[in-house]
């Protein structure tokens, strides 16, 4: 739904939603014929809730396209991610699970080699092993500049994930990787005044790199490009009227979620049951919540398909405890699919549950990739989720006479 | 389908298409796992055309929204409501059913308490009740003013549509309304020079008014905004080449349909038989016949829920009536659902049906919501209901070689 219609038919109301997103929940059969993680698992309460709600399967951003978990959260939350973009920087950041904050400028960082000249002779450092790799951002990280503080998050091979934080930083900042080997690297600049003065404090930092890596004769030195902050985006509050609260583990899932104004909710704990106390703690609260559930992505990550109908199964046992708070509207779904068969994010649509009193019930008594494809919310875009629980919600008004 | 296309493609012929529209068709079962209205009907005959059509689910604008019945109308005549917007004032009178005509200026009318210095102390008169409402709206009908005619229609409380209808009138109006206690509400003034001889004819009318509430010490006064023409819009004859009449007894519906042009037909009488009666009337002289029941919604408005069903049983029993005329295509729908258990207009896709001796048939043998969800038009935006039914009426050209 474009903004100027929300805006135009949102309604504040005191009905509760809760969101629940299993990451990479959708999946594959091992075999032709087959049945999905999902389909095997056992999972009572989920089909029980099935039956009384509406079905389908969400397109997380364009059918065909596979979706990390920034975007494909995005999306689900209900903004556009081809339209809300976030820089390179600040996904990458958020991609290795890094709680970023709203001043904080992050940036793609890599370790290289220079000759003795000082000129690039490989801007990857011959795509060294994570574990030296790991050994170096141990060293890169006893760096201190005064006024800031810095923080490094390996990727993989050369590439690390780069935040600067501070008090009044500026993140129009040039790249310092010159990106042709043969130039040298060099000196982050500024575009404006307060970014000049973040680009010294980096410069600084560059410096120091350069000197903690001077012996070695490859990975001698590091390369930062992609500077950017997390973007503005309108919040839960402004858009949608919702007060609303993140009940996450990981720190991308809080990062996505802080992006949109939700108040980041402590979990003291690991465990689905640590999240689900602190929901039944805050249900008075809040009339959002969104509960990240992360095992069934990771499973489905590491092909481990038994691992992933154990997490769904998990979950499942938890139905029961949400559907006692007695919510208005609860959707079940996830932000993309991870089949373990793959072993990564795949573009298959991902099954969609959308109960309340309100919404038109498909009578199928099954929650599963299947028995979604057989529901009346059809093949949907994710970003189609939020308007259809805030008019069951009883949030939107009536457009027209 | 985007106009430009459209008219690149679209071709005249002589096959002839009925579209019926069952106002607020769509709706909820009363208990989880019940049937809907539709459902609990006993429709023997839209069953047996279901058999031979090609079934879906009509969104009306946008998942989730719910749309009053004139951007409902649009959109399955195959308008794009949003780009098409009819304004506020022209609405407000559309909507309680007031037979606009191209050439009336609306506007949206409210009682309001002034104090003796003229000031506003109460821009919505206490929200008076409209027993009161109605009986000051009838001393407002008595006011003359020279050349021009006025309507005034009770809508709720302090609220009323106001209809000035006359020669050469202009709709650049500035609203009367300040829109802020405390202060005066000002003389209409017009953007142009037909516009202020329109405005000099309205600030008649509100002189009259005020002396006639003058004796009143609350709601003595009127207060008028969006004054608003209906919008011009394409002609079924311009943008799709089709002759068209539309059978309908409410003002409102005329009132749309005379927006696209279509030829009104007079109805002798209020019952469903009477529209059957013009349709075959004037089967020779159209190509398309839009005929509308407004049973099904208002029962759904009074959450009468058996008397919704024995509205659609009633239309049912025309079916045969309709067949027996041999048409090419037959459309039957919905402008949107109103559940009678929601007493009120809602988000739900409406059951669609799409006869055509071309069409490639579900062979379901039901017309309802499940039935329809399991349909292969599957769910679909309803302005692409015009698109589909003029291919089968084989007035779509091929797009390409």
Not at 104 to 127: K, M, P, Q, V, Y
Request: charged share 25%.
């Amino acid at each position: 739904m474009n903004d100027e219609l929300l805006q135009k038919l949102i309604q504040a109301g005191n009905s509760k939603i809760v969101m629940i997103i299993m990451d990479g929940l959708g999946g594959l059969a091992r075999e032709v014929g087959g049945k999905t993680e999902l389909e095997s698992a056992h999972r009572p309460n989920l089909n029980k809730l099935a039956q009384d709600s509406a079905l389908g399967l969400t397109i997380p951003i364009e059918p065909g396209v596979t979706t990390g978990s920034g975007p494909g959260h995005l999306a689900f939350f209900g903004y556009d991610p081809l339209e809300y973009e976030i820089g390179r920087g600040a996904l990458e950041a958020l991609g290795v699970d890094f709680d970023l904050h709203p001043d904080d400028i992050a940036a793609r960082g890599n370790f290289c080699t220079i000759g003795t000249g000082g000129n690039l002779i490989d801007r990857r450092a011959g795509r060294l092993p994570n574990e030296e790799s790991i050994g170096l951002i141990e060293q890169l990280r006893t760096i201190k500049v005064d006024g800031v503080e810095f923080f490094i998050e390996p990727i993989k091979e050369h590439r690390f994930a780069y935040v600067i934080r501070g008090l009044n930083l500026g993140a129009a900042l040039e790249d310092s990787d010159p990106l042709i080997n043969g130039a040298a690297p060099l000196a982050v600049q500024g575009r404006d005044d307060r970014s000049n003065l973040t680009a010294e404090k980096i410069n600084l930092f560059i410096m120091q790199a350069k000197e903690k890596l001077s012996k070695r004769s490859s990975a001698n030195m590091i390369l930062l490009r992609g500077f950017a902050k997390l973007p503005t985006l309108p919040s839960y509050r402004q858009r949608f009227k919702l007060k609303a609260a993140a009940i996450a583990i990981n720190g991308m899932y809080k990062g996505v979620s802080r992006l949109l104004g939700m108040d980041i909710l402590e979990v003291p704990g690991q465990l689905l049951a640590d999240q689900f106390e602190v929901l039944e703690k805050n249900w008075e609260n809040y009339d959002f919540f969104y509960l990240h559930f992360k095992r069934s992505d990771t499973c489905g990550e590491n092909g481990d398909f038994e691992g992933k109908v154990a997490a769904i199964e998990e979950m499942d046992s938890f139905i029961p405890r949400l559907m006692a708070l007695n919510p208005d509207v609860v959707i079940v779904g996830g932000d993309h699919s991870t089949p373990a068969i793959l072993k990564s994010h795949s573009w298959h649509p991902v099954p969609l549950l959308l109960y309340s009193e309100r919404v038109r019930s498909d009578n199928i008594k099954e929650f599963g990739e299947r028995a979604c494809s057989q529901g009346s919310l059809g093949l949907l875009k994710a970003t189609e989720v939020m308007p259809l629980a805030l008019a069951n919600a009883g949030r939107l008004a009536k457009y027209g006479a």
